[in-house]
C-alpha cells in the first residue's frame, strides 16, 4: 500500500504548488471540464430531478444489495459467464492471476479503477504477464511509470511536450511529430497491435444490471470495447456497489454520467455486455469472467461513509475541486483523489495514515452541488475530521495551510479565487490566530487584512457564477 | 476454487446483511415486489423535434456524419459518394446480414461479407434501433453482425431505417424485452471514436474508427 508515504502530504502538496508545468496542465483542465459540465446540464431542465431519482435509485439498491447482486450474479451465469467473488483486493488479484494461468500471455487492459485499487498490474506482472493499458491516458502514464491522476482523465497533468518525450523513448523509430493529431495517430498504431494480438482482456464496469446480468462499459476512445471483444478471455474487475436493478435505471445513470464528467450527453461508446460467445456467433471471447470485489465496501455499508456507496466515479467532485485544482491527484498518493478520494482513502488505509486529507477542504459545498448522486462529501470529510479530533490525530494541518497560503500568497493574481479558498482552508484548519501566529511567513496575513485575497463570501460567489 | 468462491460470496453477503440489519435473505414477499419494480420510467430530457431530425441534429453534434436515402439504391449511392468524397477507396466489408444483402451495392466496389480484419478501411453494418435523444445508434452482436465490424475498420458506416428510430434508450430496452432478447453485446455507438486525453483538447479516431456515418432509409 502506498499507506506509509501519506505522512508527507504537505511536503506533496508544496511540491505540486510549485511545479509550473503542473499547475499550467491543471489550470488547463478545470478550465475545460467546468465549462463542458456546466453547459450540458444547463440544457437540461430535468436536471435535478434526474439527479433526485439517481440518489433514491442508488440508496434503494443498496438497502437491498444482496437481492440485487444475487440476480446479477445469477444472471451473468445464465448468460454463459463466470462469477467470482473477491472478499479482499488481494483475493480479487489471485483471482485475475489464477484466470491468466501460466505466464506469457499479453493482456489488453482497459481502464478499471477497481483494478488499480486491488494493484492488478504488478501482480500480472511478476506473474509473468506483459499488461498494456489501452487508454491513452492510462498508457501514457504506463510508460511514465506513474499512476492514474484523475479517475477519468488519467494524464491529466501531463503537458503534450510530456507525451512526445516519453514516446520519443518508448516508440523510438515510430516518433513522427508533434500535434496532439500525431500523438494520437502514434499510439493508435503502437496500440493495434496490442489489441489484435491480446489472450486476454481485462476491464473494468461503469455499471452491472440485476436485471440481465449485463456489465456497461463506457468510453471515448473505443478501446475497452476492443480490449471485450477481441481476445479469447474477458475478465470484468467490478466492485460490489456498482450493481443498479434494471436497464431503466441504468439510461437515467447514463445521462448523468456523461454531462457530469464529461459535458456529453451521452459517451461515445456505451456497450452492454453479456457473457460469452454464444452458438453462432461471428465473434466474442470464448470465456467470461467478472470479478466481483468487496473490500470494505460491505463494511462502509453499515457504517456512517454508506452514502459514499453512490458515487458512481464520474469526476465532477474533482473537477470543481479548488484543492484538487491546485495540487492535482498525485499530490493525494492513493487510488482515489480529490474530494471522493479525501474520504475513501482514510477509509482504506486508515485515519492514522490520511489524516491530512479531510483537512485539504475549503467546505465551499461545490463537489456535494455537482455530484450527481448528491453525495454529501463535505459532511463525510467532517466527519472523517471529528475522528481526528476524537483520537487525538492532531495531523500536518498547520504545515499544510502554511504551504497553501505561502504559495497563494505569492500569486495573487493568478490564482485569485482558489486564493480565497485556501484562505478559507487555512482560517478553519490551522484555526484561530493564536495558532497562526506561530507561523513567521503567516504574519503578513494576520496582521493586515489587506492581503490581495478576496474575502470567502467573493469566493463563494465566483464560484457560484462558475468564474475562474 | 469453487469452494472458496462459495465461501467469499457468502461471507459477502453475510456482511452486507448484517450491514443492512437483516440476518437473512429478503423476506420472500418483498423479493417478490422487488422483482416486479423492473422497467420504472424516470426523468429524462424532453425534446419536441421530430425523431429523425433530432437524430441527425445529435449524432452531427457528435461528429457523425448523417444522410438520407428514400430506397436500397439510395442507399448505395449515398455510401458510395461518401466514400469518394473521403477518397476512401472501394474495398468494403459487409456485415454477413441479409438486411445489407437487399441492397444493390456499386458493381465496382470490392465488398466482402465478412467480419472485420486489422487494417480494414471500410465497414457497413445494419442497427438493431437508433435512439433519437442522443443520435446513437444502438449494434447488437451476432451471427450476422461481428461486434468487430463496428470497432476495427478506420470508417463505421451503418444502415438505419427510419423507423427504427425511437425516442429513447429505453425504448430500446422495450424492444428486447418484447423480442426476448439479451445480446451478448450491445452497442450504443454515438459518433467516432475520440480521446481528450492530451491536453484536453479533442481529437477524433482514437482506437474505434476516425470516421462514423450513418444513412437513414425513409
Ligand atoms: S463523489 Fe459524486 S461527483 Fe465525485 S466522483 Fe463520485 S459520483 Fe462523481
Same mark, same amino acid.
Given at each position: 500500500?502506498?499507506?506509509? +508515504?501519506?505522512?508527507?502530504?504537505?511536503?506533496?502538496?508544496?511540491?505540486?504548488?510549485?511545479?509550473?508545468?503542473?499547475?499550467?496542465?491543471?489550470?488547463?483542465?478545470?478550465?475545460?471540464?467546468?465549462?463542458?459540465?456546466?453547459?450540458?446540464?444547463?440544457?437540461?431542465?430535468?436536471?435535478?430531478?434526474?439527479?433526485?431519482?439517481?440518489?433514491?435509485?442508488?440508496?434503494?439498491?443498496?438497502?437491498?444489495?444482496?437481492?440485487?447482486?444475487?440476480?446479477?450474479?445469477?444472471?451473468?451465469?445464465?448468460?454463459?459467464?463466470?462469477?467470482?467473488?473477491?472478499?479482499?483486493?488481494?483475493?480479487?488479484?489471485?483471482?485475475?492471476?489464477?484466470?491468466?494461468?501460466?505466464?506469457?500471455?499479453?493482456?489488453?487492459?482497459?481502464?478499471?479503477?477497481?483494478?488499480?485499487?486491488?494493484?492488478?498490474?504488478? +501482480?500480472?506482472?511478476?506473474?509473468?504477464?506483459?499488461?498494456?493499458?489501452?487508454?491513452?491516458?492510462?498508457?501514457?502514464?504506463?510508460?511514465?511509470?506513474?499512476?492514474?491522476?484523475?479517475?477519468?482523465?488519467?494524464?491529466?497533468?501531463?503537458?503534450?511536450?510530456?507525451?512526445?518525450?516519453?514516446?520519443?523513448?518508448?516508440?523510438?523509430?515510430?516518433?513522427?511529430?508533434?500535434?496532439?493529431?500525431?500523438?494520437?495517430?502514434?499510439?493508435?498504431?503502437?496500440?493495434?497491435?496490442?489489441?489484435?494480438?491480446?489472450?486476454?482482456?481485462?476491464?473494468?464496469?461503469?455499471?452491472?444490471?440485476?436485471?440481465?446480468?449485463?456489465?456497461?462499459?463506457?468510453?471515448?476512445?473505443?478501446?475497452?470495447?476492443?480490449?471485450?471483444?477481441?481476445?479469447?478471455?474477458?475478465?470484468?474487475?467490478?466492485?460490489?456497489?456498482?450493481?443498479?436493478?434494471?436497464?431503466?435505471?441504468?439510461?437515467?445513470?447514463?445521462?448523468?454520467?456523461?454531462?457530469?464528467?464529461?459535458?456529453?450527453?451521452?459517451?461515445?461508446?456505451?456497450?452492454?455486455?453479456?457473457? +460469452?460467445?454464444?452458438?453462432?456467433?461471428?465473434?466474442?471471447?470464448?470465456?467470461?469472467?467478472?470479478?466481483?470485489?468487496?473490500?470494505?465496501?460491505?463494511?462502509? !455499508?453499515?457504517?456512517?461513509?454508506?452514502?459514499?456507496?453512490?458515487?458512481?466515479?464520474?469526476?465532477?467532485?474533482?473537477?470543481?475541486?479548488?484543492?484538487?485544482?491546485?495540487?492535482?491527484?498525485?499530490?493525494?498518493?492513493?487510488?482515489?483523489?480529490?474530494?471522493?478520494?479525501?474520504?475513501?482513502?482514510?477509509?482504506?488505509?486508515?485515519?492514522?495514515?490520511?489524516?491530512?486529507?479531510?483537512?485539504?477542504?475549503?467546505?465551499?459545498?461545490?463537489?456535494?452541488?455537482?455530484?450527481?448522486?448528491?453525495?454529501?462529501?463535505?459532511?463525510?470529510?467532517?466527519?472523517?475530521?471529528?475522528?481526528?479530533?476524537?483520537?487525538?490525530?492532531?495531523?500536518?494541518?498547520?504545515?499544510?495551510?502554511?504551504?497553501?497560503?505561502?504559495?497563494?500568497?505569492?500569486?495573487?493574481?493568478?490564482?485569485?479565487?482558489? +486564493?480565497?479558498?485556501?484562505?478559507?482552508?487555512?482560517?478553519?484548519?490551522?484555526?484561530?490566530?493564536?495558532?497562526?501566529?506561530?507561523?513567521?511567513?503567516?504574519?503578513?496575513?494576520?496582521?493586515?487584512?489587506? !492581503?490581495?485575497?478576496?474575502?470567502?463570501?467573493?469566493? !463563494?460567489?465566483?464560484?457560484?457564477?462558475?468564474?475562474? | 476454487?469453487?469452494?472458496?468462491?462459495?465461501?467469499?460470496?457468502?461471507?459477502?453477503?453475510?456482511?452486507?446483511?448484517?450491514?443492512?440489519?437483516?440476518?437473512?435473505?429478503?423476506?420472500?414477499?418483498?423479493?417478490?415486489?422487488?422483482?416486479?419494480?423492473?422497467?420504472?420510467?424516470?426523468?429524462?430530457?424532453?425534446?419536441?423535434?421530430?425523431?429523425?431530425?433530432?437524430?441527425?441534429?445529435?449524432?452531427?453534434?457528435?461528429?457523425?456524419?448523417?444522410?438520407?436515402?428514400?430506397?436500397?439504391?439510395?442507399?448505395?449511392?449515398?455510401?458510395?459518394?461518401?466514400?469518394?468524397?473521403?477518397?476512401?477507396?472501394?474495398?468494403?466489408?459487409?456485415?454477413?446480414?441479409?438486411?445489407?444483402?437487399?441492397?444493390?451495392?456499386?458493381?465496382?466496389?470490392?465488398?466482402?461479407?465478412?467480419?472485420?480484419?486489422?487494417?480494414?478501411?471500410?465497414?457497413?453494418?445494419?442497427?438493431?434501433?437508433?435512439?433519437?435523444?442522443?443520435?446513437?445508434?444502438?449494434?447488437?452482436?451476432?451471427?450476422?453482425?461481428?461486434?468487430?465490424?463496428?470497432?476495427?475498420?478506420?470508417?463505421?458506416?451503418?444502415?438505419?431505417?427510419?423507423?427504427?428510430?425511437?425516442?429513447?434508450?429505453?425504448?430500446?430496452?422495450?424492444?428486447?424485452?418484447?423480442?426476448?432478447?439479451?445480446?451478448?453485446?450491445?452497442?450504443?455507438?454515438?459518433?467516432?471514436?475520440?480521446?481528450?486525453?492530451?491536453?484536453?483538447?479533442?481529437?477524433?479516431?482514437?482506437?474505434?474508427?476516425?470516421?462514423?456515418?450513418?444513412?437513414?432509409?425513409?
Amino acid at each position: 500500500m502506498r499507506a506509509a +508515504a501519506q505522512n508527507n502530504f504537505p511536503r506533496r502538496v508544496q511540491v505540486a504548488l510549485g511545479n509550473e508545468t503542473l499547475q499550467r496542465a491543471l489550470g488547463r483542465a478545470r478550465a475545460g471540464f467546468q465549462d463542458k459540465r456546466r453547459r450540458a446540464v444547463g440544457q437540461v431542465a430535468e436536471f435535478e430531478r434526474m439527479r433526485r431519482a439517481a440518489k433514491e435509485i442508488k440508496n434503494h439498491t443498496l438497502t437491498h444489495l444482496d437481492f440485487y447482486l444475487e440476480k446479477f450474479a445469477d444472471a451473468v451465469r445464465a448468460n454463459g459467464g463466470q462469477v467470482h467473488w473477491a472478499r479482499t483486493a488481494g483475493e480479487a488479484r489471485d483471482i485475475v492471476v489464477g484466470i491468466c494461468g501460466a505466464g506469457g500471455k499479453k493482456i489488453a487492459k482497459g481502464k478499471t479503477m477497481v483494478a488499480e485499487e486491488i494493484e492488478l498490474n504488478p +501482480a500480472l506482472e511478476k506473474a509473468g504477464h506483459e499488461v498494456t493499458e489501452t487508454d491513452l491516458g492510462e498508457y501514457i502514464v504506463q510508460l511514465a511509470g506513474e499512476a492514474p491522476s484523475h479517475i477519468i482523465a488519467p494524464a491529466v497533468h501531463k503537458t503534450r511536450g510530456e507525451v512526445l518525450e516519453l514516446f520519443a523513448r518508448h516508440h523510438g523509430a515510430k516518433k513522427r511529430g508533434g500535434d496532439t493529431a500525431a500523438i494520437v495517430a502514434e499510439a493508435r498504431q503502437v496500440l493495434r497491435e496490442k489489441f489484435t494480438g491480446a489472450d486476454i482482456g481485462i476491464t473494468g464496469a461503469n455499471f452491472l444490471i440485476a436485471e440481465t446480468g449485463a456489465s456497461v462499459l463506457v468510453t471515448n476512445e473505443g478501446n475497452g470495447d476492443l480490449c471485450s471483444c477481441l481476445p479469447p478471455v474477458h475478465i470484468v474487475t467490478a466492485a460490489i456497489e456498482k450493481v443498479l436493478p434494471t436497464l431503466e435505471d441504468l439510461a437515467l445513470f447514463l445521462r448523468l454520467l456523461g454531462r457530469s464528467a464529461t459535458g456529453q450527453e451521452i459517451s461515445n461508446y456505451t456497450t452492454l455486455y453479456a457473457g +460469452a460467445k454464444r452458438e453462432g456467433d461471428a465473434d466474442g471471447p470464448r470465456e467470461f469472467h467478472l470479478v466481483l470485489l468487496d473490500n470494505g465496501r460491505s463494511a462502509m !455499508l453499515g457504517g456512517e461513509f454508506r452514502d459514499m456507496l453512490r458515487c458512481i466515479r464520474c469526476g465532477a467532485c474533482l473537477n470543481h475541486c479548488p484543492v484538487y485544482g491546485s495540487i492535482g491527484g498525485h499530490a493525494y498518493d492513493a487510488v482515489y483523489s480529490g474530494p471522493m478520494g479525501a474520504v475513501l482513502t482514510p477509509l482504506s488505509a486508515g485515519l492514522r495514515v490520511a489524516r491530512d486529507l479531510p483537512n485539504a477542504c475549503t467546505l465551499n459545498g461545490r463537489c456535494r452541488e455537482v455530484c450527481p448522486v448528491d453525495i454529501p462529501l463535505p459532511d463525510l470529510l467532517r466527519k472523517h475530521r471529528m475522528r481526528e479530533f476524537e483520537q487525538k490525530l492532531g495531523g500536518a494541518r498547520g504545515r499544510l495551510a502554511l504551504v497553501l497560503w505561502a504559495f497563494f500568497a505569492l500569486r495573487p493574481r493568478l490564482y485569485q479565487a482558489a +486564493a480565497g479558498a485556501l484562505l478559507y482552508l487555512l482560517k478553519k484548519t490551522a484555526g484561530r490566530r493564536g495558532a497562526l501566529r506561530k507561523f513567521p511567513l503567516a504574519g503578513g496575513w494576520t496582521q493586515s487584512r489587506d !492581503l490581495p485575497v478576496p474575502e470567502g463570501k467573493t469566493f !463563494l460567489r465566483r464560484w457560484a457564477r462558475g468564474e475562474r | 476454487m469453487k469452494a472458496g468462491n462459495d465461501a467469499a460470496r457468502a461471507e459477502i453477503l453475510r456482511a452486507i446483511r448484517r450491514a443492512l440489519g437483516r440476518d437473512g435473505p429478503l423476506d420472500p414477499g418483498i423479493a417478490r415486489a422487488l422483482a416486479a419494480r423492473a422497467a420504472q420510467p424516470h426523468p429524462r430530457p424532453h425534446y419536441s423535434a421530430g425523431l429523425a431530425q433530432r437524430f441527425a441534429q445529435k449524432l452531427r453534434a457528435a461528429d457523425g456524419s448523417v444522410d438520407f436515402a428514400d430506397n436500397l439504391a439510395g442507399i448505395a449511392a449515398r455510401v458510395d459518394a461518401y466514400l469518394a468524397r473521403h477518397k476512401l477507396g472501394n474495398t468494403v466489408a459487409l456485415a454477413p446480414d441479409r438486411r445489407l444483402d437487399r441492397i444493390p451495392w456499386p458493381a465496382h466496389w470490392q465488398a466482402e461479407r465478412r467480419n472485420a480484419r486489422p487494417g480494414d478501411g471500410v465497414g457497413i453494418t445494419p442497427a438493431f434501433a437508433a435512439v433519437a435523444e442522443t443520435g446513437s445508434v444502438a449494434l447488437s452482436a451476432s451471427a450476422q453482425t461481428p461486434a468487430a465490424l463496428n470497432l476495427l475498420p478506420a470508417t463505421h458506416i451503418v444502415i438505419v431505417e427510419e423507423q427504427q428510430i425511437v425516442p429513447y434508450m429505453e425504448d430500446v430496452w422495450q424492444l428486447l424485452r418484447a423480442a426476448n432478447h439479451n445480446p451478448r453485446a450491445l452497442f450504443f455507438i454515438t459518433g467516432p471514436s475520440r480521446t481528450a486525453d492530451i491536453e484536453q483538447t479533442l481529437q477524433l479516431g482514437a482506437h474505434g474508427p476516425t470516421r462514423f456515418f450513418v444513412v437513414v432509409r425513409r
